[in-house]
């Protein structure tokens, strides 16, 4: 658990942790949580620039086509090298679980390849090839971060459930992904933190469907602030670590 307190409402985070005038990366930023993270970061006047890159932006980030992650990531460089500011954080905003034609699996009998296989391609494959290329753009000195949103279900010790195959393996692949970052980039960028973050639920198009009564349910914004928080408690110590919206370290 780290120090920071857990937000009741949806104000801005003031991320004085990181240096003033970087530049911040919200990736699936067209999302309901990546336009909550975007609408933070710029209201929190920490940062010279906030990059916007999705699947409908200029250029476009499409996890189905991974040039295009290295397009991006080679924009977000030269905006970067053109301004002479530092990249000090990278949000991973995206993810998948269900559509019009897959839903979670309930039973072995439902477990389908092509649903399992988008399942990887979102949830696994293509943060981690946001790693791959945005990862290096980060910092030697000051504190940076990557973060990328997992989920609880993915957390391997902390199934009771069963159930939900595609994407709680997914997201457990996801975790393993950022430790293994987290150690590659800790050895030349020592200030540099890569972190799994899960949002809780949150009312969106994700995750709103399957919310049951009784959770906590939040707003895309109350998610993001608290997410926010957890981001500027952190230090390199935490770097690989698995947290929750509230915090709290998740089991692997």
Same mark, same amino acid.
């Given at each position: 658990m780290i120090d920071a307190p857990t937000p009741v409402t949806a104000t801005t985070p003031t991320l004085e942790s990181f240096a003033d005038g970087g530049i911040a990366i919200v990736v699936g930023a067209t999302g309901g949580i990546g336009r909550a993270f975007v609408h933070h970061?710029? %209201?929190?006047? &920490?940062?010279?620039?906030?990059?916007?890159?999705? &699947?409908?932006?200029?250029?476009?980030?499409?996890?189905?086509?991974?040039?295009?992650? %290295?397009?991006?990531?080679?924009d977000a460089?030269?905006?970067?090298?053109?301004?002479? &500011?530092?990249? &000090?954080?990278?949000?991973?905003?995206?993810?998948?679980?269900?559509?019009e034609a897959f839903q979670p699996e309930k039973s072995l009998r439902q477990?389908?390849?092509?649903?399992?296989?988008?399942?990887?391609?979102?949830?696994?494959?293509?943060?981690a090839?946001?790693?791959?290329?945005?990862?290096?753009?980060l910092p030697r000195d000051g504190k940076s971060v990557f973060a990328t949103l997992s989920a609880k279900?993915?957390?391997i010790g902390d199934n009771r459930m069963g159930g939900w195959y595609g994407y709680r393996a997914a997201k457990a692949a996801l975790?393993?992904?950022?430790?293994?970052t987290a150690i590659e980039i800790g050895r030349s960028k020592r200030d540099?933190?890569?972190?799994?973050?899960?949002?809780?639920?949150?009312?969106?198009?994700?995750?709103?469907?399957?919310?049951?009564?009784?959770?906590?349910?939040?707003?895309?914004q109350q998610a993001t602030a608290n997410m926010l928080t957890v981001i500027?408690?952190?230090? %390199?110590?935490?770097?690989g670590g698995f947290f929750a919206y509230d915090g709290q370290e998740l089991p692997w």
């Open positions: 970061l710029k %209201a929190s006047n &920490r940062f010279s620039k906030v990059l916007e890159y999705a &699947r409908a932006t200029v250029p476009s980030l499409d996890f189905t086509d991974p040039e295009s992650i %290295a397009i991006c990531a080679k460089a030269g905006q970067a090298t053109q301004s002479g &500011r530092k990249i &000090r954080l990278v949000i991973d905003a995206t993810g998948y679980l269900h559509d477990i389908d390849a092509d649903y399992m296989a988008k399942q990887f391609q979102i949830n696994a494959i293509g943060p090839l946001l790693m791959k290329h945005f990862c290096p753009l279900v993915g957390s975790n393993q992904l950022v430790k293994c540099a933190i890569c972190i799994a973050l899960h949002p809780g639920t949150v009312d969106t198009g994700l995750s709103g469907p399957f919310a049951k009564s009784g959770l906590n349910v939040q707003s895309p500027d408690g952190l230090d %390199a110590r935490q770097t």
